[in-house]
């Protein structure tokens, strides 16, 4: 779990505006850093399947969120991967 210091970060690095919070560019940020997190958790607990599942979930969502950003703004796609380091 990311903690609200952690996210108010991750809003002031990708947010459009001071309160956004619901763009897709924030909320595949916010994903990102849950992901890698829960990733780290992972490697040190290898049977635990149920966070297993909730990762498999996150990484579907911001892949949804990605294809729906790349259709509406290809250009602020293409810097949100650069910025993230994710791959096409």
Do not use: C, F, W
């Given at each position: 779990?990311?903690?609200?210091?952690?996210?108010?970060?991750v809003?002031k690095?990708h947010?459009?505006?001071?309160?956004?919070?619901?763009?897709?560019?924030?909320?595949?940020?916010?994903l990102?850093?849950?992901?890698?997190?829960?990733?780290?958790?992972?490697?040190?607990?290898?049977k635990?399947?149920?966070?297993?599942?909730?990762?498999l979930k996150?990484?579907?969502?911001r892949?949804?969120?990605?294809?729906?950003l790349?259709?509406?703004?290809?250009k602020?796609?293409?810097?949100?991967?650069?910025?993230?380091?994710?791959?096409?």
């Open positions: 779990m990311l903690t609200t210091r952690q996210k108010l970060n809003l690095e947010g459009q505006h001071e309160t956004d919070t619901g763009s897709p560019q924030v909320q595949v940020a916010i990102t850093k849950q992901i890698e997190e829960l990733t780290a958790h992972l490697k040190k607990h290898r635990d399947n149920l966070s297993r599942r909730g990762l996150m990484v579907g969502k892949k949804r969120l990605l294809d729906y790349s259709k509406t703004d290809n602020s796609y293409n810097t949100l991967i650069k910025r993230l380091g994710l791959k096409k």
